[in-house]
């Protein structure tokens, strides 16, 4: 089956069983999942150490474009935190011909942590569940993290490298770390748990040089622009 689409653009294709069709929250480009607080800030804000208005990371492209890209993947289903429990009410149907499932997460051992920075004696790493196969054109990975600048989330999603051009035909589920210990109440059906980004598999090599008379003029020039002209990078680079 083709990895493209109609106007022969490059597409990620996700698929669900049959049963779940049409009740699972469906991943979604990342530029239509910003959060609210994103879409709430201001453009600008009081520098007290410039003593002037100054741009927030609102208006900065790198920030935005990051947490822009690619595809976000949702919470099956609304989890309740309370009392140091994890709780949840999934109403979706039981795996027919294919099994898969129910609950939104599992855990795993701490001890698959052991001597890493996450190994807490004291707490287990949740995983989500994603019932979305998840297939990449020919040649391409997905890079699937935490969703970009999310600090606000309760959790870090651990991060990963798929060939899903290969492995197109099973689960991809998500390990994440808990760390806000006294979060309370519900963390609601649809929160983006991952973000993937195609990444295209190729060859590089690493290339190191002293700036040339020529090349120095250039970062003189393009470092006296970006002081006169705010907003350069978003006129003139940003692809």
Same mark, same amino acid.
């Given at each position: 089956?083709?990895?493209?689409?109609? !106007?022969?653009?490059?597409?990620?294709?996700? %698929?669900?069983?049959?049963?779940?069709?049409?009740?699972?929250?469906?991943?979604?480009?990342? !530029?239509?999942?910003?959060?609210?607080?994103?879409?709430?800030?201001?453009?600008?804000?009081?520098?007290?150490?410039?003593?002037?208005?100054? $741009?927030?990371?609102? /208006?900065?492209?790198?920030?935005? *474009?990051?947490?822009?890209?690619?595809?976000?993947?949702? &919470? @099956?289903?609304?989890?309740?935190?309370?009392?140091? +429990?994890?709780?949840? *009410?999934? *109403?979706?149907?039981?795996?027919? $011909?294919?099994?898969?499932? /129910?609950?939104?997460?599992?855990?795993?051992?701490?001890?698959?942590?052991?001597?890493?920075?996450?190994?807490?004696?004291?707490?287990?790493?949740?995983?989500?569940?994603?019932?979305?196969?998840?297939?990449?054109?020919?040649?391409?990975?997905?890079f699937f993290t935490?969703?970009? !600048?999310?600090? *606000? &989330?309760?959790?870090?999603?651990?991060?990963?490298?798929?060939?899903?051009? /290969?492995?197109?035909?099973?689960?991809?589920?998500?390990?994440?770390h808990w760390h806000?210990?006294?979060?309370?109440?519900?963390?609601?059906?649809?929160?983006?748990?991952?973000?993937? @980004?195609?990444?295209?598999? +190729?060859?590089?090599?690493?290339?190191?040089?002293?700036?040339?008379?020529?090349?120095?003029?250039?970062?003189?020039?393009?470092?006296?622009?970006?002081? /006169?002209?705010?907003?350069?990078? %978003?006129?003139?680079?940003?692809a």
């Amino acid at each position: 089956m083709s990895s493209q689409n109609n !106007n022969n653009k490059l597409a990620i294709k996700f %698929r669900c069983p049959g049963e779940l069709e049409g009740l699972l929250p469906q991943p979604v480009p990342a !530029n239509l999942g910003v959060p609210d607080w994103l879409r709430a800030m201001p453009t600008t804000a009081f520098s007290a150490l410039n003593q002037q208005d100054d $741009e927030t990371v609102k /208006r900065c492209p790198p920030f935005i *474009d990051a947490m822009t890209c690619g595809f976000l993947i949702p &919470l @099956i289903c609304d989890i309740r935190v309370e009392d140091g +429990e994890i709780s949840w *009410d999934n *109403d979706i149907p039981p795996g027919g $011909e294919i099994d898969f499932p /129910r609950s939104p997460i599992s855990f795993h051992d701490q001890g698959q942590l052991t001597g890493s920075p996450l190994f807490e004696t004291d707490r287990f790493v949740i995983k989500f569940h994603n019932l979305w196969t998840i297939e990449a054109p020919e040649g391409y990975s997905l890079f699937f993290t935490h969703p970009v !600048n999310r600090f *606000d &989330l309760p959790f870090i999603t651990l991060s990963g490298l798929v060939d899903c051009d /290969r492995y197109r035909d099973s689960w991809i589920h998500f390990p994440a770390h808990w760390h806000n210990t006294g979060f309370r109440g519900v963390l609601p059906k649809g929160t983006p748990i991952a973000q993937c @980004i195609p990444v295209k598999r +190729e060859d590089w090599t690493r290339q190191t040089s002293a700036f040339t008379e020529d090349e120095a003029q250039k970062v003189h020039a393009l470092r006296a622009a970006l002081k /006169r002209e705010p907003g350069l990078y %978003r006129r003139k680079f940003r692809a």
